[in-house]
């Protein structure tokens, strides 16, 4: 089971810092990626973050203002997201998959994740 939370209303130019526990014993084994879904649009990637920790991608549409990390002792991963602008709004997904590929690439598809957090709202007002 995944929780996200943290999301609200924010300003242009402000930051948030989105959660996400995911229930599982064997948390540090997991790759963990966020997802996001505006109003009328299909879901897009943001991140993830690999199960080793040492990798970390993102999205051209975010990369220098979102940064995720993960606390393997919290079972947590966090998506620090700074500079938000308005065409950030829409609901946040994580999503978890203990599935490994060599291709960084694979882990943009919403396809490899088998669990996902039920999403929190993010609104960026101008």
């Known amino acids: 089971q995944l929780q996200a939370y943290g999301g609200g209303l924010v300003q242009a130019g402000g930051s948030l810092r989105l959660s996400c526990v995911v229930s599982?014993?064997?948390?540090?084994?997991?790759?963990l990626g966020w997802f996001r879904q505006a109003a009328g649009k299909e879901r897009e990637f943001v991140s993830f973050?690999?199960?080793?920790?040492?990798?970390?991608d993102y999205a051209d549409s975010v990369k220098g203002r979102f940064t995720g990390s993960r606390d393997n002792t919290k079972n947590t991963v966090y998506l620090q997201m700074n500079s938000l602008k308005p065409e950030d709004t829409a609901v946040y997904y994580c999503?978890?998959?203990?599935?490994?590929?060599?291709?960084?690439?694979?882990?943009?598809?919403?396809?490899?994740?088998?669990?996902w957090g039920q999403g929190t709202q993010v609104t960026v007002s101008s």
């Open positions: 999503a978890a998959t203990l599935k490994t590929s060599s291709r960084p690439s694979d882990y943009y598809r919403s396809q490899i994740y088998g669990y």
């Open positions: 599982t014993d064997t948390f540090r084994l997991y790759t």
């Open positions: 973050i690999h199960s080793s920790g040492s990798r970390a």
